[in-house]
């Protein structure tokens, strides 16, 4: 069962496309894209919190006393008793005396030991304060970053994504001007194609009506059957042009649905479509130069070019300017320094200005400079260019509506003449004083009045849309 026609008029038709058109949503999908990358610009003017974290493991530890450091210390008390004994042994030597009384004192020999174990003691312990025990390392820091002079490259950066959000924006505005467009083409197509289907089927009917008038004629012996083939082969003629125009048609319906976002297979019906005459209005053209220069999507994007370059150069200089930020942050790790070699996390803040000044690099940003600002040169270039064919553009779609309006009052005419002819011949070939080529002249040169006068409305609002859409207007 075939569904409900729907009925649209030119407005609809354009708020579908608008609505559904894939790349309309495209650029709009880039201008959320443009205005994030917008936000992250503005981050860079912000101070930037960093955290880092690491494990460690290593098979040796990290020693603070060589080996035979460690060996001194480790028998310092052994080597402090054999130094008194030394001493003790010469001194004994002297004084025999003394020798004899201390010789088998058992005090002396506990005082020795006790000496001996004490120190070897605290120079083990000193070894072991001394171990830092770094197989095992965990570090970490939160680390603050605030820019102070970047060298202009933060303020560049920042320019480009505004300038980025406006040219996605631009680019949306175009391709809408540019759906409106052909949405405006494809529903005047179905248009005119169905005034001239109307105007097919008319001239079908009008020569099928002559071609019965004259196989009657043939029949009372009035006519000739050389008249009866000729009519004949405008009645083919006239049925293939009325298919011709039917499959164009059905064709252009098909281009219409797809624009507006339907299925192409929908049945719909236009306003414009079985309207007796078509509605248009002379509009007298104003080459506003201005105001295409103003408000054409494509020289906006154009400039969003030029202005791009401009700032890239002027990020590529930062690179031969200072960089200067304040940094600050905590560090920690365990083991720690801050108390001896701790197995706990420890650590400390700190605070500093980074300093970062080019010094040479054989004229890499020099070159880039030169290459940017060539780039520049290149965009105002094809600026100055689109800006004349605009110019050359909007001069040509004023002149083609003041020809447009000129060729409608002219066809209008032709059709009134045709009409008036078309009506003689036939009452001439009822009276039997004009004979059926004459006729069929009068209804080929009108049909040919009328086809031109449904084109040169057509034209005249096609025109307008041209004249429009160089001015940057078609909204």
């Known amino acids: 069962m075939a569904g409900a026609q729907q009925l649209l008029s030119l407005d609809s038709c354009r708020a579908m496309a608008l609505r559904n058109n894939k790349q309309i949503g495209v650029s709009r999908v880039k201008q959320d894209v443009a205005k994030n990358l917008r936000?992250?610009?503005?981050?860079?003017?912000?101070?930037?919190?960093?955290?880092?974290?690491?494990?460690?493991?290593?098979?040796?530890?990290?020693?603070?006393?060589?080996?035979?450091?460690?060996?001194?210390?480790?028998?310092?008390?052994?080597?402090?008793?054999?130094?008194?004994?030394?001493a003790t042994a010469s001194l004994l030597k002297e004084l025999p005396v003394l020798a004899t009384l201390l010789g088998s004192s058992p005090t002396l020999q506990g005082i020795m030991g006790g000496i001996e174990g004490a120190g070897n003691g605290v120079g083990q312990r000193v070894v072991d304060e001394f171990r830092s025990d770094t197989r095992n390392l965990f570090a970490g820091a939160v680390v603050v970053t605030q820019p102070i002079f970047m060298g202009g490259a933060i303020?560049?950066?920042?320019?480009?994504?505004?300038?980025?959000?406006?040219?996605?924006?631009?680019?949306?505005?175009?391709?809408?001007?540019?759906?409106?467009?052909?949405?405006?083409?494809?529903?005047?197509?179905?248009?005119?194609?169905?005034?001239?289907?109307?105007?097919?089927?008319?001239?079908?009917?009008?020569?099928?009506?002559?071609?019965?008038?004259?196989?009657?004629?043939i029949r009372e012996g009035v006519a000739t059957r050389s008249e009866g083939l000729s009519v004949s082969v405008k009645v083919n003629e006239a049925e293939m042009t009325l298919m011709k125009v039917n499959d164009g048609l059905t064709l252009s319906r098909m281009l219409l649905c797809q624009l507006c976002g339907l299925p192409i297979s929908e049945d719909v019906v236009l306003v414009d479509e079985e309207a007796e005459e078509l509605e248009t209005v002379s509009m007298v053209p104003q080459k506003n130069m201005e105001q295409a220069m103003e408000m054409r999507p494509e020289l906006k994007m154009l400039?969003?070019?030029?202005?791009?370059?401009?700032?890239?150069?002027?990020?590529?200089?930062?690179?031969?300017?200072?960089?200067?930020?304040l940094m600050g942050g905590y560090a920690f790790s365990n083991p720690n320094l801050y108390n001896g070699f701790q197995r706990k996390f420890g650590g400390v803040w700190n605070i500093g200005v980074m300093v970062r000044v080019p010094v040479w690099n054989w004229g890499d940003v020099a070159y880039k400079v030169r290459a940017s600002k060539g780039a520049t040169t290149m965009a105002l270039l094809a600026l100055d260019e689109a800006r004349e064919k605009i110019e050359l553009q909007v001069n040509q779609s004023a002149f083609k509506v003041n020809e447009a309006n000129k060729t409608l009052?002219?066809?209008?005419?032709?059709?009134?003449?045709?009409?008036?002819?078309?009506?003689?011949?036939?009452?001439?070939?009822?009276?039997?004083v004009i004979s059926s080529t004459t006729v069929m002249e009068a209804q080929t040169a009108w049909l040919q009045a009328a086809s031109q006068k449904i084109d040169a409305e057509i034209n005249v609002k096609l025109s307008q849309v041209n004249l429009q859409k160089a001015l940057g207007t078609l909204y």
Do not use: C
Not at 186 to 193: E, N
Not at 415 to 421: I, L, Y
């Open 39 to 86: 936000k992250s610009a503005r981050t860079k003017y912000l101070p930037h919190v960093t955290a880092l974290g690491g494990y460690e493991y290593t098979s040796r530890e990290i020693s603070l006393l060589s080996d035979d450091v460690k060996s001194e210390l480790g028998s310092l008390g052994t080597k402090a008793v054999g130094d008194v004994q030394t």
């Open 155 to 217: 303020v560049a950066l920042n320019k480009m994504a505004d300038i980025n959000e406006e040219m996605a924006a631009n680019s949306t505005d175009s391709k809408r001007q540019e759906t409106l467009y052909q949405i405006d083409q494809a529903y005047w197509q179905v248009v005119s194609l169905r005034h001239k289907q109307k105007l097919a089927q008319g001239y079908l009917d009008l020569i099928k009506k002559l071609d019965g008038d004259v196989q009657k004629m």
């Open 303 to 325: 400039q969003n070019v030029v202005d791009l370059s401009k700032q890239n150069t002027h990020l590529l200089k930062a690179g031969n300017l200072p960089q200067v930020a």
């Open 409 to 432: 009052e002219l066809a209008r005419a032709s059709v009134e003449r045709a009409n008036e002819n078309l009506r003689t011949a036939n009452l001439g070939f009822q009276e039997g």
